[in-house]
C-alpha cells in the first residue's frame, strides 16, 4: 500500500511539474510572462495609483506611431516641429507653449509669444493647476558684451496638478525634447520659485 502510496505520489509530482514547467515555457515564449511580470513593483503602490499609471505605461497603438515615431509616449504633431524651428532660427516667436491633447494622444502648440513679450509674459502664459511644456528664448550679453541667446526647454509640473497628468508629461518628456533639436538647457519647475528669470541668468552663463 505504501509503495503504491508513493508511486502515486511521485508520479502526480512529475506530472505537475512537468506541467508548470510546459505552462511557464508557453507563457514566456508568448510574451505573457515579460507582459505582466514588469508591472509587479505597482503592487507596492496604493491600488488607486495603478489604473492611472498602466493607462499611462503602456501606450495604444495610435499613441506609439502618431507623428511617424514608434517609441513610446505620445505623440508630436507637426507643428510643433515647424513652430521651434521659427523660434531657433527666425526669432519669430520669444516663446512656445505646448500641452498634450488627450483625445488626439500627441503633443501641440497652446501658445506662442511674440519676441516683444517679457519673462513674466512667459510665466503668466502657464496654467497654475495643470503640466505644460515650453521653449523660452533667452537673450543675455555676456560679461564680454557679445549678444548671445539660449534656448530653454521647461517642464511645468506644478504640485497642484493632478496625478495623472504628472505621470502623462513626464512618461512623454524624454521622447517630446528629442524631437527639438538645437535645446541648451531643461528647467523642471513645480512651482515660479523653481524657474525664477535669475536662475536663467546664471544656467546661461
Not at 146 to 171: D, E, G, H, N
Request: charged share 30%; proline share 4%.
Amino acid at each position: 500500500m505504501k509503495a503504491r502510496q508513493d508511486g502515486f505520489a511521485y508520479k502526480y509530482m512529475k506530472a505537475r511539474r512537468d506541467g508548470l514547467a510546459y505552462k511557464y515555457m508557453k507563457a514566456r515564449r508568448d510574451g505573457f510572462a515579460y507582459k505582466y511580470m514588469k508591472w509587479l513593483p505597482l503592487l507596492l503602490l496604493p491600488s488607486p495609483y495603478i489604473p492611472p499609471l498602466l493607462s499611462i505605461c503602456e501606450p495604444t497603438n495610435a499613441m506609439a506611431f502618431r507623428g511617424g515615431n514608434a517609441s513610446s509616449g505620445m505623440g508630436v504633431a507637426e507643428d510643433c516641429r515647424s513652430t521651434f524651428l521659427e523660434l531657433q532660427r527666425k526669432k519669430a516667436f520669444r516663446y512656445v507653449v505646448f500641452k498634450i491633447d488627450e483625445k488626439k494622444k500627441e503633443v501641440v502648440v497652446e501658445k506662442t509669444g511674440s519676441p516683444a513679450e517679457s519673462y513674466d509674459d512667459f510665466t503668466a502664459s502657464l496654467p497654475e493647476n495643470d503640466c505644460r511644456f515650453a521653449i523660452y528664448d533667452f537673450d543675455f550679453v555676456t560679461s564680454e558684451n557679445c549678444q548671445k541667446s539660449k534656448i530653454f526647454f521647461i517642464a511645468w509640473s506644478p504640485s497642484v496638478s493632478r496625478i495623472r497628468a504628472k505621470m502623462l508629461y513626464a512618461t512623454s518628456k524624454d521622447r517630446f525634447r528629442r524631437e527639438l533639436d538645437g535645446i541648451h538647457y531643461e528647467i523642471q519647475a513645480t512651482d515660479s520659485t523653481e524657474m525664477e528669470l535669475e536662475i536663467l541668468q546664471e544656467r546661461a552663463h
